[in-house]
Each structure stands twice: as C-alpha cells, then as structure tokens.
C-alpha cells in the first residue's frame, strides 16, 4: 500500500467561473484569472488499500457522507479509470480554514486529491494533466495546481480546458485579506450556481463583456498595477453577485457583514488606502491590498464587529507533495 499526500492552497479569482457549457466535464464558458491563497489550504493523503471493500473518506475529523463523500468518490473513480486499478482508497483531508463558506474549500481539496490519488496510484500526471483531472472535481481546483497568478482557458474540449501560470507568487507581493463575516455551509453550492446562472438575463451581457476585462487584468497583472487590477475584480464580483440575485430562482449569498465590509472599503478607498474587494460564492470579503498595507487592513477589518475572523494570504504556490502523510 502506497501512500501519498499533496498540499494545495485554495485560489482567489480575480475574473470568475461562473457557468458552464458542460456542467459534467466542467466546462466553463468564460476563461478566468486568480491567484494561489498560501495561507488556506487543504492537506489530503491517499492510499489504494486492497484490503478495503469500499473507499473511506474523512474530511477534518468527520468520515464523510452524503454529497460530500459521493463527489470525492466520483473523483477516485476518475484516478482508478485513469491507472486502470479497482483498488479502493482511504483518503484524509483537512482543511486549515472554515469550509463551505466562500473560501473556496472545493478549489484546494480537489486540487490535493488530484496530485496525491494519481500519485498514489502511481500515476505521474504533467501539470496540464493534472489541471485538467482537477477541473472535473471542481472547476476552480485546475486554477490551484499552477503557483501564483493563473489563467484557466475555457476551452471547448476537456483537452484544452485547463489553467496555467501566469506569473509566480513572487512576481508581485500582493494580498488578499479575508474578512470572514460567517463560517456556516451556505445554503446555494456553487454547482447550483453555475447552473442558475443562465437563467439570468444578464448573463450574456456578463459573456460579452468579459474578453475587455480579461484583457484588463492581464495587462493590470503584468504592470503591478493595483487600481487596474482592483477596479475589474470588484467589477467582476459584483456582477457575479447581480447575475446570481437575478437567476431563478435568485440567490443572495450575502450577509449583513458582507455589505458592512463592502461600504467600509468605499471609504478607506475615499480616504487615500488602496485596498479594493472581491467575493466568491459566499458572504466573506477579500480584500486586496499592497503588502505593506496589509496590516493597516487587518486592523481596521478587525474593527468591524460582523467579522469572526480575518486570514491573510500572499501569493501561494503550486500544488505539492510532502512527506507527513495524515495517516
Ligand atoms: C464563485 O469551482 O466551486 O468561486 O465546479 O461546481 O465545484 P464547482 O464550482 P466552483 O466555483 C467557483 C465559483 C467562484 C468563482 C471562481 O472561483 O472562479
């Protein structure tokens, strides 16, 4: 029995996935731009046990069931088609930050699982490959097997839909600060999202606009450029929330701090401070912000009294193997 365990950070997207053209392979229908978070990640060991009649699953501390347990199984099932193996899998997973909530738990434990089952497995996938098996475990997973900045090409095959770096973490010492507002599962997952998303009128307004603002966090990435690359992530979070509200049936993924947190970087803004936000699918707020500001930022999140917590993050790397297996 080999073991193998891979740590992954989870992503923040500047430009979002939301929609698929194949909701199976998760095939997106817009390209999008994120960078690695190095402080939430997912830790997740794997081995193919003979011994085993059915695969275990232990997400943190709990043996996972119900939806949970069928997604990373179905994902086994994709590593065991692929090594051409029927050996079931023990699997132990453990995030170090709140999952379900907007910090996106899914990108991180995915990506993990993908390096450390094809490992296990003995399998040695290239980084596109393994981008590509992340993707159909959950789509922003392939943006978290690259380090740093990623792009993840939509594509119109599964071949051709995965990301790739676009700088490396140290190119740019930037932060995201996340302002945690709630920590509880949000009632909408994100796959239901995507789902809904087409029912919403606004959504091919979204599909048209977004090559410009692609372009526009390509060029603000490339350039160090804050403002730029602020200006469009908000931008593109609030459409995401617009075109979410505006599905059918609508979904509201903020809370009360959400919009506390929002109004408060408006005015540190007007107030000289460059710090900008985005969202994910969930009610916490990233803030971003130049390195040297980020305790600036930090202070006065913490001043909010909606926010449970604030987790900081420079640019993460790529998705690795260690040798401290969790079982
Ligand atoms: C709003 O990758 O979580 O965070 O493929 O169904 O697992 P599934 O969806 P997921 O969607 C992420 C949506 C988002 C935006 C983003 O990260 O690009």
Redesign the pocket.
């Known amino acids: 029995m080999v073991q193998a365990t891979a740590i992954a950070c989870s992503?923040i997207?500047f430009i979002?996935?939301?929609g698929n053209r194949d909701a199976t392979l998760?095939l997106p229908l817009n390209n999008?731009i994120?960078m690695n978070l190095d402080s939430a990640t997912t830790t997740t060991t794997v081995a193919f046990d003979p011994a085993l009649d059915d695969d275990v699953v232990v997400i943190g501390d709990q043996v996972a069931q119900g939806r949970h347990r069928a997604r990373v199984v179905a994902h086994l099932e994709r590593v065991r088609a692929l090594a051409r193996i029927a050996t079931r899998a023990r699997v132990h997973s453990r995030n170090n930050f709140p999952m379900g909530a907007g910090i996106?738990s899914?990108?991180s434990a995915f990506a993990a699982l993908s390096l450390a089952a094809t490992r296990a497995a003995g399998l040695e996938l290239s980084e596109r490959e393994l981008s590509m098996l992340a993707r159909q475990g959950?789509?922003?997973?392939c943006r978290s097997i690259p380090g740093g900045f990623v792009e993840w090409y939509a594509g119109s095959t599964s071949a051709e839909s995965y990301a790739v770096q676009l700088a490396p973490p140290s190119f740019w010492d930037l932060r995201d600060v996340i302002a945690v507002v709630s920590t509880t599962e949000k009632s909408v997952?994100?796959?239901d999202?995507?789902a809904a998303a087409l029912s919403s009128h606004f959504f091919a307004e979204r599909l048209a606009a977004l090559p410009a603002r692609l372009a526009r966090v390509r060029h603000a990435l490339a350039a160090r450029d804050l403002p730029a690359l602020g200006i469009a992530s908000e931008e593109d979070a609030i459409e995401?929330h617009l075109i979410a509200m505006t599905s059918r049936p609508p979904i509201f993924y903020w809370s009360p701090g959400t919009v506390r947190v929002i109004q408060a970087v408006q005015c540190w803004r007007a107030e000289g401070l460059a710090v900008y936000f985005t969202l994910?699918?969930g009610p916490n707020v990233h803030l971003l912000c130049h390195a040297r500001d980020a305790d600036t930022v930090v202070a006065r999140v913490r001043e909010i009294p909606e926010v449970l917590q604030v987790i900081v993050n420079a640019p993460g790397g790529a998705a690795r193997l260690v040798d401290e297996h969790l079982f």
């Not at 959950?138 to 997973?141: L, P, Q, T």
Request: positive net charge.
């Open positions: 992503n997207a979002k996935y939301w998760r999008s994120s996106a899914s990108a959950s789509g922003s997973a997952g994100s796959t999202g995507h995401l994910d699918a």
